[in-house]
């Protein structure tokens, strides 16, 4: 079934556009996977190469590039996802808690690639920090109401807004749904629903 995106944000094709100096990008778990993990896996190829020569442009353009903590908790789930998967190919189906504990030679590899993927995030981006306290969980539930995003969105969004960052890399197209961000994207179903919603710039 298609996707009905509400799109709220501005939302900016990376395949066209350039990356400028003044730019202030959060960059989104999805492209970490797919710029630090050789790895890495797609069902859209073009997701393999876009997002990752796009972040490349926006470093040779000296942008200013920011990741979260909370992205080490998405990152760390997707690698062991896809070494569990091609363990399976020589070995047939486990269970993603037989995986975890019973191979421990395995168990050291992921954490290698983990500690790999995620020593690039923090050499490529600073940091932004949140605290995830009550006015904090009050701000992400109220958000909850009308921005379609998981739960990891919610309290990234809140970060995003305490340190005054509305630009974001990401083929989520979820984040389309909040208002007053620009969303950085080669997702074709958002781009095309913000292109019929009047929300695709061109800059």
């Known amino acids: 079934m298609a996707i009905n995106y509400t799109i709220r944000a501005t939302v900016v094709d990376i395949t066209t556009d350039t990356p400028k100096t003044e ?3 959060f960059v989104d778990t999805n492209v970490w996977y797919w710029m630090t993990y050789p790895k890495a896996t797609s069902n859209v190829p073009s997701q393999l190469a876009e997002y990752p020569g796009y972040l490349n442009k926006a470093l040779g353009a000296n942008s200013t590039i920011h990741h979260s903590g909370l ?5 760390a789930h997707l690698i062991e996802k896809t ?6 190919r020589t070995v047939g189906a486990i269970k993603t808690k037989e995986y975890r504990h019973n191979f421990p030679t395995e168990r050291s590899r992921v954490a290698s690639e983990i500690e790999a993927a995620w020593g690039q995030v923090t050499n490529l981006a600073g940091p932004i920090s949140i605290t995830i306290d009550t006015p904090t969980t ?3 539930l109220n958000r909850c109401q009308d921005e379609k995003v998981d739960g990891y969105d919610l309290f990234i969004l809140e970060s995003m807004k305490n340190h005054g960052l509305v630009q974001v890399i990401t083929d989520d197209g979820d984040f389309a749904t909040v208002p007053g961000i620009q969303v ?20």
Do not use: P, Q
């Not at 992205?71 to 990152?75: D, G, P």
């Open 83 to 88: 070494e569990r998967e091609i363990y399976e």
């Open 138 to 140: 009050t701000a992400a």
């Open 23 to 25: 730019d202030m990008f």
């Open 184 to 203: 950085f994207t080669a997702n074709r179903n958002v781009i095309s629903a913000a292109r019929s919603h009047g929300k695709l710039l061109r800059r």
């Open 71 to 75: 992205s080490l908790a998405e990152l």
